[in-house]
């Protein structure tokens, strides 16, 4: 498995892994009724620097790394990340992880933050927590998930050094 | 004192008191090279829910109100406020802030977020917590402010029901 930066060839590569992603309503605010116009642009639109996983030619996997917030607080990093339902349990979401906190450094910022972790997401959660995220604020059912209903969303933190 | 629907007509008050309120640098991420053209987008682009405060004909202040999030978390409502700082002490925030929970109310959502309340704008979260709102997240060194340096956020909440 190689990370490299993503490119506009990789688009319908996106759009598929994006759709399996949201499909289950688990884990993204997007809906199914979301266009693949839309899930390309918040992977590949202007501004945003997103790396793919591939293995073997295929992409397996994605991220984005943008500030969190403009001017004042654009020292903070976000970060999205999408695997393959087919390509769960094989390290892909590690992989990125550790990938995009070493790229956000590069790149100088201070600190990454991921706005809204669904928090029924506790393979999502565990694998945060080892990549030394904490969780700093509890957003009460914030989240409408497909089967649970509303439920909480955090908010996790790490410095970058 | 009257609250009503911002207007296109209210561009040229909206970007006064926006850059006023921005200049010091100690509540809002914007920095000083925010274009006029991106402070009256941010309170009058498409899909905003905007009012200001109008008192003998003047504009002296406004507030936003947008779904916190797309699809799964937009039953929760965001807003921003902004008050003309030559009318501070006269009860407008407060005004606005009853104002929003009642609109917000009107429209069906849920709760409302503030994402990033700057935690030494204490004059700020007195207020929002006066009016239900409660700390439920902190974003270390999260905002630069520009006298104090890097200084904590916070994200506060509170059902509207």
Not at 94 to 111: M, N, P, T
Request: glycine share 10%; net charge positive; hydrophobic share 45%.
């Amino acid at each position: 498995m190689i990370i490299r930066r993503a490119t506009a060839a990789d688009a319908a590569s996106i759009w598929t892994i994006f759709r399996a992603v949201i499909a289950p309503g688990d884990t993204y605010s997007f809906t199914a009724a979301t266009t693949e116009r839309d899930a390309v642009a918040y992977f590949l639109g202007p501004g945003i620097t997103s790396f793919v996983a591939e293995d073997e030619g295929r992409i397996i996997g994605m991220y984005k790394l943008i500030p969190n917030r403009i001017g004042r607080g654009s020292h903070v990093a976000n970060a999205s990340f999408m695997v393959d339902p087919s390509a769960h349990g094989r390290g892909v979401g590690r992989a990125l992880g550790e990938h995009c906190l070493q790229e956000a450094l590069q790149q100088g910022y201070e600190a990454m933050q991921f706005n809204f972790v669904v928090s029924t997401n506790t393979a999502g959660i565990a694998l945060w927590k080892k990549l030394g995220f904490e969780i700093v604020g509890t957003l009460p059912k914030a989240f409408e998930h497909a089967t649970l209903g509303k439920v909480d969303a955090y908010v996790m933190h790490r410095f970058l050094r």
